[in-house]
């Protein structure tokens, strides 16, 4: 059964009923298909999205032309370039779902004019972007700092046990910054 906007909310830091009733109120309810792009790189980022099912990819294009896969967000996860949502500048990625999507979604605009008007809901942004930016991005980069192509698919496969059902190998060896047949043995290494 799906959840609502509100009970997600609350799971990130609980507002009181009046302030969780605003910000519920600025939520848009809304579905993509699959290979929508959510985002395009070189366009800022002015929607803050909350899938409540689907997958979707973050990925960065080279000067050659190849993408780079650089985050998942699949089932009642955030998606937003953040860098971009919050500075309000060009974002160097870009946003493709891989399955159709559902989602709650709200404008910069009604984030910005919520911070204003409720602590609570700043203090809950506060906890958002530390759970869904500082924290991830910190270990994304200590994943590829220390850990070697076998500990990070693993890793990936504790956080999304079906995945490999769900998203492409490809999309999945660009993510573990590995090719494709490296991929291939150390799925078969099991």
Not at 52 to 72: H, I, L, P, S, V
Request: with cysteine; charged share 20%; glycine share 4%.
């Amino acid at each position: 059964m799906e959840r609502t906007i509100q009970t997600l909310i609350q799971e990130i830091y609980p507002l009181p009923n009046e302030v969780l009733a605003d910000v519920g109120a600025h939520f848009r309810y809304t579905e993509y298909p699959k290979g929508a792009f959510l985002l395009k790189s070189g366009r800022v980022c002015q929607h803050l999205w909350w899938m409540t099912q689907g997958a979707c990819r973050y990925f960065y294009t080279n000067d050659q032309g190849k993408e780079m896969n650089t985050w998942f967000s699949l089932d009642e996860q955030i998606v937003t370039i953040t860098p971009s949502f919050i500075q309000q500048t060009p974002s160097d990625e870009s946003l493709q779902l891989l399955e159709d999507a559902a989602f709650y979604v709200i404008e910069k605009s009604a984030v910005d004019a919520l911070l204003k008007k409720h602590h609570a809901f700043a203090l809950w942004f506060i906890k958002l972007i530390e759970l869904n930016y500082i924290v991830q991005a910190e270990d994304r980069i200590g994943d590829l700092q220390f850990l070697d192509a076998k500990q990070r698919y693993h890793k990936l496969l504790s956080l999304y046990p079906d995945i490999t059902n769900r998203i492409s190998l490809g999309h999945i060896a660009s993510y573990l910054n590995i090719t494709q047949e490296t991929l291939s043995r150390v799925r078969a290494a099991k």
